[in-house]
């Protein structure tokens, strides 16, 4: 009886070991989630001030998350109020799930008051109209009335050696970038002190090497083999992925 007890406990523990873990999405279908650990990243204080609970999450819906191929993300995931995480098994690294459940919630209402106080935010410089590719900004808060895009080339960020600059991208309707572009840190520049506040879709092209907090009101797609340093927050809609890469780290 103690051989068949120690077996299978040592079961259980390889299982546990593991790191699969299962829901259930709204259709009483499962996904499973393969992980290393479920220790989240530690989120900077920086973005915990801004983003509350919401800054333990690489990726944050509002009504789903769809992933397609072989995508890897490094962090939590959650969706809320909707509860369906569909599509392709994601490889998910440190983090956790939170599909309709209370802690989703707090996170999407800490994500409200982050958007409202990101698109608010005062002292911006207006770039309506400017391409992003070729330029090189400091720290600062920049406007877009409409949208803003990232068509060509590559957008650098220039931490001037100050490792807590901030860059805040307030746009007005869409954000999009063009496949084999790249947004590039600099001089002690942080990613994770990159926002984009996004007031409808943001969409990440193919191949595209992307620094940010992107925070829309509607949805982000991230297209194939995309590399997101940084997270995708939807506040009412769909986060969706093909191939790609998101990591807080």
């Not at 259709?27 to 499973?32: E, F, M």
């Not at 994601?90 to 802690?103: K, L, W």
């Not at 720290?139 to 931490?159: C, E, I, Q």
Request: overall charge neutral; aromatic content about 6%.
């Amino acid at each position: 009886m103690n051989t068949q007890f120690t077996t299978l406990i040592f079961v259980l523990f390889t299982i546990i070991s593991a790191g699969c873990l299962r829901i259930n999405n709204s259709d009483n279908h499962s996904q499973t989630f393969l992980a290393q650990t479920f220790t989240p990243p530690t989120a900077t204080q920086a973005n915990i001030n801004i983003m509350g609970t919401g800054a333990q999450y690489a990726i944050l819906a509002g009504s789903t998350v769809t992933n397609n191929g072989a995508s890897t993300v490094t962090g939590s995931i959650g969706v809320n109020p909707g509860t369906e995480i569909a599509g392709t098994p994601i490889n998910q690294i440190e983090g956790e799930i939170h599909a309709g459940d209370a802690p989703g919630l707090v996170a999407q209402n800490n994500i409200i008051t982050a958007y409202n106080n990101l698109m608010n935010h005062i002292g911006s410089i207006d770039y309506t109209g400017k391409e992003l590719g070729g330029l090189t900004l400091t720290p600062g808060v920049y406007k877009f009335n409409v949208s803003a895009a990232l068509t060509s080339g590559t957008l650098t960020l220039d931490g001037q050696n100050n490792p807590d600059a901030e860059w805040i991208f307030q746009v007005g309707s869409t954000l999009y970038t063009g496949i084999n572009t790249e947004v590039k840190m600099i001089n002690g520049g942080s990613a994770l002190n990159v926002y984009w506040q996004v007031s409808s879709s943001a969409t990440i092209s193919d191949n595209t090497k992307m620094c940010g907090n992107i925070i829309a009101y509607a949805s982000v797609t991230i297209k194939n083999l995309v590399q997101l340093k940084g997270r995708a927050i939807a506040r009412i809609g769909a986060v969706t992925l093909v191939a790609s890469t998101i990591s807080m780290k």
